[in-house]
Antibody, heavy 115, light 107 residues
Framework: QVQLKESGPGLVQPSQTLSLTCTVS????????VHWVRQPPGKGLEWMGR???????SYNSALKSRLSISRDTSKNQVFLKMNSLQTDDTGTYYC?????????WGQGVMVTVSS | DIQMTQSPASLSASLGETVTIECRAS??????LAWYQQKPGNSPQLLIF???TLADGVPSRFSGSGSGTQYSLKINSLQSEDVASYFC?????????FGGGTKLELK
């Protein structure tokens, strides 16, 4: 069955770089797009960016200067890297499969930016 | 960017009641709209796509409607398991944008 699972550090120091991995199963990264979405505690959802099935990427313009999304199709993994983290980057980070809408989501990984 | 304005931000209703949540887009999104349900501590789950099509396994008491810039999610006969936050999302354009969410509680 389709599954996505995020992994990464729970705590990142301010100004450091966040590295997250989304490991997928039950579908191919060369057939579906995968997106990253984040959610500050108690708040709404923010689209961050997308890895397209053909390897192209697109980013939220508000994050574009700090954000990079890549993948390793042999490992069924999509990666997120975001630099210069600040406290308002604290939140839960999700990856989700794209069927235009997001039909499957990972469980999310909570990231706290704090010294 | 397309702005999605969702209302109300919070809603308190009784079991068995019918509730409606509204979502307005800043431009025509041609029914490219999804609704998600997020229960506390869980990730969002797809409820409705293409404005009015129920996702697999979603109870028929949920329904979606609308076109152009105005959309709504209706829950008939509210159940206790419907306590959650609800978000709309447009997928007509990039960046994909979400409404601010509606927190539904039991009265």
């Amino acid at each position: 069955q389709v599954q996505l699972k995020e992994s990464g550090p729970g705590l990142v120091q301010p100004s450091q770089t966040l590295s997250l991995t989304c490991t997928v199963s039950g579908f191919s990264l060369t057939s579906y797009n995968v997106h990253w979405v984040r959610q500050p505690p108690g708040k709404g959802l923010e689209w961050m960016g997308r890895m397209r099935f053909n390897g192209d990427t697109s980013y939220n313009s508000a994050l574009k200067s700090r954000l990079s999304i890549s993948r390793d199709t042999s490992k069924n993994q999509v990666f997120l890297k975001m630099n210069s983290l600040q406290t308002d980057d604290t939140g839960t980070y999700y990856c989700a499969r794209d069927q235009l809408n997001f039909d499957y989501w990972g469980q999310g990984v909570m990231v706290t930016v704090s010294s | 960017d397309i702005q999605m304005t969702q209302s109300p931000a919070s809603l308190s209703a009784s079991l068995g009641e019918t509730v409606t949540i509204e979502c307005r887009a800043s431009e025509d999104i041609y029914s490219n709209l999804a609704w998600y349900q997020q229960k506390p501590g869980n990730s969002p789950q797809l409820l409705i796509f293409d404005a009015n099509t129920l996702a697999d396994g979603v109870p028929s008491r949920f329904s979606g409607s609308g076109s152009g810039t105005q959309y709504s999610l209706k829950i008939n006969s509210l159940q206790s398991e419907d306590v959650a936050s609800y978000f709309c999302q447009q997928y007509n354009n990039y960046p994909r944008t979400f409404g601010g969410g509606t927190k539904l509680e039991l009265k």
